[in-house]
């Protein structure tokens, strides 16, 4: 999976940047079929120093994102892997429940 971390208005720490690939790698576990990542950090002064963390997943024929904002990065990132996860966990029984309604269909014609 291609993951790509980029960072407005600001220049991203290295450890920032590699937790959210760890916590953007971990979503393998739910659904080992995505394609590519990207997580958008920004940073807006005006509003209390918020710290906004946006994750796009592409999946097959689908693109998952999340949104959250908190006043630190990783808890940012850990609410909207959160996110991602339940959206993933839906994607997947979609597609369980599609494959099983095309293999009735195959055992009620035998």
Do not use: W
């Not at 959210?20 to 080992?32: D, E, F, G, P, W």
């Not at 394609?35 to 592409?58: D, F």
């Not at 904002?69 to 429940?97: E, G, N, P, T």
């Amino acid at each position: 999976m291609n993951i790509i971390v980029t960072s407005r208005h600001f220049k991203a720490h290295e450890s920032l940047v590699e937790y959210a690939q760890n916590m953007v790698q971990r979503l393998t576990k739910i659904h080992s079929g995505l394609i590519k990542a990207e997580v958008i950090l920004s940073y807006e002064k005006p509003r209390k120093s918020v710290k906004i963390a946006e994750v796009n997943v592409s999946v097959y024929r689908s693109k998952l994102s999340a949104h959250e904002s908190s006043a630190d990065f990783h808890l940012s990132i850990d609410r909207a892997c959160a996110k991602l996860r339940v959206q993933l966990r839906k994607y997947k029984d979609k597609l369980q429940d599609k494959q099983r309604a095309v293999v009735r269909r195959a055992h009620q014609k035998i």
